[in-house]
């Protein structure tokens, strides 16, 4: 497993370092293919420390965000989310003898309970090209978390998202 481990105003001690590169190997029984792991380590704020921690295999990609007053408790909430999404998505993520290691979870003292979501409801709306800036215009009048349009200068489909910090987002699209 490749561990990178990048620094966002804040500063990895050697000790949180080497925590995060045991704690994290230890996810490698789960994949059956190489797998790259990315954490990102910030400081927001005074007394706010944020954990992103992201796994790619095989074109997939698993991801965890904590923010919190420890660093050491982000990794440990950040590890219990990413061990839930594998357990819930074994089926797609995992080796084929699932069973083999659902009895030895890392940082659950049983297997969770899941139950499938459904799509319960579908919209259908024609895009019209706007701009980036008219998009943002109406995610905010919608007060959603994002929205789908036709880029004006690419002729795409784009989808724009208010992040965390409060500035905006572009998925483009490529087909």
Do not use: W
């Not at 045991?22 to 704020?45: A, P, T």
């Not at 074109?59 to 909430?77: A, C, H, K, P, Q």
């Not at 089926?91 to 009895?103: S, T, Y």
Request: glycine share 2%.
């Amino acid at each position: 497993m490749k561990i990178e481990i990048f620094e966002k105003n804040y500063t990895v001690k050697e000790k949180l370092r080497d925590l995060i590169q045991k704690k994290i190997e230890k996810l490698e029984k789960y994949f059956n293919k190489d797998v790259q792991c990315k954490v990102v380590c910030s400081m927001r704020g005074k007394d706010r420390f944020k954990m992103e921690i992201t796994l790619s295999t095989a074109g997939r990609f698993i991801r965890s965000e904590v923010e919190s007053d420890n660093m050491y408790t982000n990794l440990d909430t950040c590890l219990s989310k990413i061990e839930r999404q594998v357990v819930k998505y074994s089926d797609k993520l995992l080796a084929k003898r699932r069973k083999e290691f659902v009895n030895d979870l890392m940082f659950f003292d049983e297997v969770p309970e899941f139950t499938t979501p459904k799509i319960v409801k579908t919209k259908a709306f024609d895009l019209v090209p706007i701009t980036e800036q008219e998009a943002i215009e109406q995610l905010e009048l919608l007060d959603n978390d994002f929205y789908v349009f036709l880029n004006n200068k690419t002729h795409r489909v784009n989808v724009i998202y208010k992040r965390a910090d409060g500035d905006y987002g572009v998925i483009d699209t490529k087909f």
